[in-house]
């Protein structure tokens, strides 16, 4: 029992972890007012991006490097439209999840069916992997511990520094924070370029560590998990984790749990139903404001037409 | 000496400029893709080429292209009719397809009824299947004020995860040896073709027949004028007493209703059986808020949207076996083009000044 | 005079928006360490003015000195540079964070916010200007008069000696109001300058030291507070001049139309705006509404159309009770509203024609089994153009291509068209230019003769006395009395809009 409990959650980490990468950043854009409905293009991009210039480089460093500015170029599309010219968010995010499918399903044609010379390695943390049991928690890839590491430092940063109420301010009342000085555009622009790195990543960590390889459209609707993840997790990085790793989980344990009569399919829808249901939830005035969902979301700002 | 740009709002956007802009976005769209295509190593020129004479230079190429501008047509002009409403469902993909759920669960529950029943009957059925799934995200943003953006795209998951559950499970047929698909339709369940082509022409008479419709409600009809109103001014429609909530509903209700007819086409008329959701509709229902947009709202105008649209989804295909490029490659073309359409209804609505100020 | 040092001197500031003047050539001048007031009505330009000294705004023409320095004040950082604060009137305040958070927010040097630390210093602010204030409540939990305190703070905590405050009053009880006010004098004291914007004539003089008084965007006095008093201030700040003379033919006053009985009614932030009003307006009188604007006539009219409930007392129109009756049932019954805002009212981008029918599309001819019938509707527009001469290329031309009068003719073209029996006119000129004010003045006569019931609610003091066959005056919330327009009545009607003389309901005509 032990070894399936250890089994299901050894495999539920890595699977969760894209869904992870990808609504940090998501919150993070979406704390500083901006929905952005383009994280399945730019995730696409980053894992297209990683796959080839690790390829090329048989550097997987310089290829997740790549996958981040990818998904930083990507974000600022929508940056430029949503931001800039306010246009419709909604429509903005969709175009960049289209062109982000086009673009890479187009980039990445030659690399179909080829094997990667190299993919990220897990790391073996010494001691700790030699444990018994538990030491299979140990042996993840960097990527990994670096989104484990990312939920706390995130979570500080929103809340415990002043950059992060600047950030939540913007979310919640630009007025009020442009009234007190803060450069409203620049922290927005800030905030969405984050959500595209982050995109960027969690593309990438499929292409060379999870998968490792490409494959047409191989987010297969992860963007539009990391929505609902964002949702679900009330804004905040804690929480994404806890979704991430639930929903990561039910992907790993859908095949599982087919022999006792749960199937599969109905499972994936999961995430979805209980976006509705949270979305329901928040929508109560109270509810939204102890909990602090973005007052000013996917409302473009500014300053001379009140 | 300075320049200075100034943006202003344009008071007045004539029908010549809206034509214009949206010929213009198109225009600079297929430009920005020629750019986008030379990086990627393809051809732009060869591309667009082919394109052309795949959705339009042969009578086979213009059948197809009407075959997919059905779908692109009936989602579409419902769209309009919702966005003109500043209802935003974008969610019309899950509306095709609980469309063919229920279109489809009728023909293959009565197969033996007569042909000028049993379609019909499907029709209704795939109507109400999508009208209901569009009901979700009505009532939830009228009763508890949810956006409907995201509740209506979170049912599109929803809606292929159940169809993936129905082809793989309890509706798998018989003789499909493992593969998800629903036993072949009965020839009574099944739309007629014009000619050999694949135009299933009954639900294309119902598409241009509803259309033309929809543009009479929207601007010949009491009701229509209250969408204009409610989706112009909220606060115009209240101060004249009219129910916003009742306008919420009923755009959201017709719109999903008309995917799902699309959705009752596609498996009725092009595949004969059910299959798994990217089969029923590789996008039909995204693409349609492209054909929406694209008309700028104007329901006669989705006519031509939803056969460029269709072209050039057919189009698509062609680059795909001539050129050995992906299928994806046409989502490209979808998403230039979204953004160059909301550019241009930005640029169309401000006017840019650029003043030299000594 | 004193040699007080200037702390603020705007010279020549012109800022138009969209064509519409707000500040014309305005010259303003605060002392170190006084009080001033900018007094003057809505829209007169005193909240633009001070959003442009704040930086939210760029003037067009004109030249601003702090503390004798010329300053270049691009935006509210610059402001706040300059040692300038301002309260704005909606208080901008993230509702979710903690006061400290407010407070803080944008000020932070180093990565760590240092709560301890900011809150010591809040602290110690708090209890130097004696601001209660718990700085771990959450926005959203504290009442009107505590956010206040909180903006005022944060403008304290970036260093402000020149504090700005908009309206403060306007949501406070009158407890917080006497409070708020105490606090004002210990700043001064502390060496800071407040500027404070009013439009209430009593908080004028109880605190200020000099006030500064607009109308139309237009400085028409600058006054020591000790050398005048509320009847002058309200004369300078509403404008006493005769415009033009309309004759006014002796109507005969037909049967009672509107009652409202012990009407009660809530404000947006749930204090009582509306405070047992009564009254009755009858066929061919026109009942004016005279006040200093947020008294409650924009909550009252409101109840009376439908838009706002009320929570006591109630409105009969033909003798038939509508207190719970819909919009709808309201325009059915005969009823008709131009509201303040003329944009709440009708639909910018459709066209003339359209905007006709809003109300009667449902009815007769418009109205065609479930169709539009446009031939008649065309016929309407074109036929309520002439009458009401709205000059226009045409009636099938978006609305919002049409200048301010003419906007106001046709939306009181389609209300007048209607079956109406009463008509509810709120601020029907503001913002129009004199030929269109004549106008509307000219239609709104118009109208008695023909058997109609006008309740008229506007600002502008020449307006009511003109047109109105009584005027009912408001402050705060309640009726002081209703009175004839003649001339012997002005200083009473005076008195009863600065709160200073309720008649008795006997001695009402």
């Known amino acids: 029992m032990i070894d399936f409990i250890v089994s299901v959650l050894t495999l539920t980490i890595p699977a969760g972890t894209a869904l992870l990468l990808g609504t940090l950043g998501e919150v993070y854009a979406e704390r500083s007012g901006v929905l952005n409905l383009g994280v399945e293009g730019m995730m696409i991009m980053g894992a297209v991006t990683g796959f080839a210039v690790t390829f090329a480089t048989k550097n997987v460093v310089l290829g997740i490097l790549a996958a981040s500015l990818a998904g930083i170029l990507m974000s600022l599309i929508h940056a430029y439209f949503s931001i800039t010219l306010r246009v419709n968010q909604v429509v903005s995010g969709l175009a960049l999840t289209m062109l982000g499918l086009g673009i890479s399903g187009l ?56 950059w992060g109420i600047v950030l939540r301010s ?107 249901l949270v979305l329901v939830l928040i929508s109560e005035q109270a509810f939204r404001r102890r909990i602090g969902v973005p007052a000013a979301l996917m409302q473009p700002y500014s300053r001379e037409e009140k | 000496m300075s320049v200075k740009v100034r943006i202003e709002r344009r008071l007045e956007v004539s029908r010549t400029t809206q034509i214009g802009s949206i010929l213009l976005s198109l225009l600079l769209s297929f430009v920005v893709i020629a750019v986008i295509f030379s990086f990627l190593g393809v051809n732009p020129l060869n591309a667009y080429r082919r394109i052309l004479i795949g959705g339009f230079g042969s009578l086979y190429g213009l059948s197809e292209s009407v075959a997919k501008s059905i779908p692109l047509l009936l989602a579409g002009a419902g769209l309009a009719l919702s966005f003109k409403a500043r209802v935003y469902n974008i969610g019309a993909e899950g509306q095709i397809l609980l469309g063919a759920i229920v279109g ?91 000619g050999t082509t694949r135009i299933h022409y009954p639900t294309l008479i119902v598409a241009l027949l509803l259309t033309l419709a929809i543009y009479i409600l929207l601007y010949y009809t009491k009701l229509g004028y209250e969408i204009r109103v409610v989706g112009e001014n909220p606060a115009a429609g209240r101060y004249a007493g009219m ?85 994806a490659t046409i989502f490209i073309f979808n998403g230039v083009i979204l953004f160059f359409i909301i550019a241009a209804e930005y640029l169309t609505n401000y006017r840019v000044k650029v003043e030299v100020v000594k | 005079m004193s040699e007080v040092p200037t702390a603020v001197l705007m010279k020549g500031i012109t800022k138009r928006f969209a064509g519409v003047v707000a500040n014309s050539n305005i010259d303003f001048e605060v002392r170190e360490g006084e009080i001033h007031a900018l007094l003057g009505e809505n829209g007169a330009g005193k909240t633009t003015l001070m959003n442009i000294l704040y930086g939210i705004y760029r003037p067009d023409e004109g030249e601003i000195y702090i503390y004798g320095k010329k300053a270049h004040i691009h935006s509210p950082k610059d402001a706040i540079a300059l040692g300038i604060g301002m309260v704005h009137q909606q208080f901008r305040l993230v509702q979710t964070h903690t006061v400290v958070e407010n407070i803080v927010l944008g000020t932070g040097n180093g990565l760590r916010f240092e709560e301890e630390e900011v809150r010591q210093k809040i602290v110690d602010l708090a209890q130097r200007y004696s601001l209660a204030i718990n700085p771990d409540a959450r926005i959203w939990q504290l009442s009107a008069g505590e956010q206040q305190r909180v903006e005022i703070l944060k403008a304290l905590y970036r260093g402000a000696k020149i504090l700005i405050l908009d309206e403060p009053t306007s949501m406070l009880t009158p407890l917080e109001i006497k409070e708020l006010l105490q606090t004002l004098r210990r700043m001064t004291e502390e060496g800071n300058t407040i500027i404070f914007i009013t439009h209430k004539l009593d908080e004028v003089t109880a605190v200020s030291h000099r006030v500064t008084i607009l109308r139309q965007g237009k400085v028409t006095a600058v006054l020591e507070t000790a050398k005048t008093n509320k009847v002058q201030l309200a004369n300078l700040m509403v404008g006493r001049e005769v415009l033009f003379r309309l004759e006014k033919p002796s109507v005969e006053r037909g049967s009672e139309v509107l009652r409202v009985e012990g009407l009660e009614a809530l404000s947006d932030k749930g204090l009582i705006a509306v405070n047992n009003v009564s009254f009755t307006v009858h066929r061919g009188e026109i009942l004016g509404i005279a006040g200093v604007a947020g008294n409650g006539q924009r909550e009252l009219l409101e109840v009376i159309a439908g838009l706002r409930p009320a929570t006591r007392g ?59 019938d446009r031939r008649e509707m065309l016929n309407l527009a074109q036929r309520l153009i002439q009458e009401y001469e709205v000059i226009t290329p045409g009636p099938e031309k978006p609305v919002k291509l049409l200048s301010g009068g003419n906007i106001q003719r046709a939306l009181m073209a389609r209300e007048l068209s209607q079956q109406v029996d009463i008509l509810v006119a709120a601020y029907p000129t503001s913002g129009l230019d004199v030929g269109a004010i004549e106008t509307i003045w000219r239609i709104l006569l118009s109208q008695r003769p023909l058997g109609k019931a006008i309740l008229l609610v506007s600002d502008d003091l020449e307006e009511i006395l003109t047109l109105s066959d009584r005027v009912a005056v408001m402050h705060n919330g309640e009726i002081m009395g209703i009175v004839e327009p003649k001339e012997e009545n002005l200083e009473k009607i005076g008195l009863m809009m600065a709160g200073a003389l309720k008649l008795e309901q006997e001695q009402w005509v």
């Open chain 2, 104 to 194: 489809g669960g009728i023909g293959l529950a009565w197969p033996d009824l007569p042909r000028g029943l049993l379609l019909p009957l499907m029709f209704l059925g795939g109507f109400l299947g999508g009208a209901l799934w569009a009901l979700i995200p009505a009532l939830l943003k009228t009763r508890f004020r949810v956006d409907e953006v995201l509740t209506s795209l979170m049912l599109v998951y929803i809606a292929s995860d159940l169809v993936r559950y129905l082809v793989y499970g309890p509706w798998r047929g018989a003789e499909q040896r493992g593969f998800p698909y629903s036993s072949p339709f009965s020839l009574s369940a099944q739309l007629p073709h014009l």
């Open chain 1, 170 to 276: 913007v979310g919640e009342n630009p007025a009020a924070a442009d009234a007190m000085g803060v450069n409203v555009f620049l922290v927005r622009y800030l905030a969405v370029m984050f959500g595209g790195l982050m995109a960027g990543l969690a593309g990438a960590f499929l292409s060379v560590a999870y998968a490792p390889a490409w494959i047409e459209g191989m987010t297969a609707g992860a963007g539009w998990i990391v929505i609902a993840l964002t949702i679900f997790s009330l804004y905040d990085p804690t929480r994404a984790m806890l979704g991430a790793y639930l929903f990561g989980g039910v992907r790993v344990l859908q095949f599982r749990l087919q022999p006792l009569g749960i199937p599969a399919n109905l499972l994936n829808m999961l995430p979805f139903l209980v976006t509705i």
């Open chain 3, 314 to 372: 109630k409105i009969f129109i033909n003798g038939v009770e509508a207190t719970r009756s819909s919009i709808r049932e309201r325009i059915n019954m005969g009823m008709s509203y131009v509201p303040g805002e003329r944009m709440t009212a009708l639909v910018p981008n459709m066209s003339i024609a359209e905007n006709m029918i809003l109300k009667s599309y449902r009815t007769a001819p418009i109205s065609k089994g479930a169709f539009i």
């Open chain 2, 243 to 327: 129910s916003v909530e009742r306008v919420i509903l009923f755009v959201l209700v017709l719109s999903g209703g008309l995917a799902g007819l699309a959705g009752v086409g596609e498996v009725a008329g092009i595949h004969a059986r059910l299959g798994p959701p990217e089969g029923i509709s590789p996008g039909y229902g995204f693409t349609a808020i492209i054909v929406a947009w694209l008309a700028r709202l104007n329901p006669l105008l989705t006519v031509l949207t939803a056969f460029f649209m269709g072209g050039l989804l057919v189009g698509g295909d062609a680059i795909q076996t001539a050129l050995n490029l992906p299928s």
């Open chain 1, 107 to 162: 980039l990445g044609k030659q690399f179909i069916g080829m094997p990667l010379p190299v993919r990220l390695q897990p790391v073996h943390v010494p001691v700790l992997s030699d444990l018994p049991i538990l030491g299979e928690f140990f042996r993840f890839n960097i990527l990994v511990y670096i989104s484990i590491l990312l939920v706390p430092l995130l979570s500080f940063f929103l809340y415990k520094t002043n």
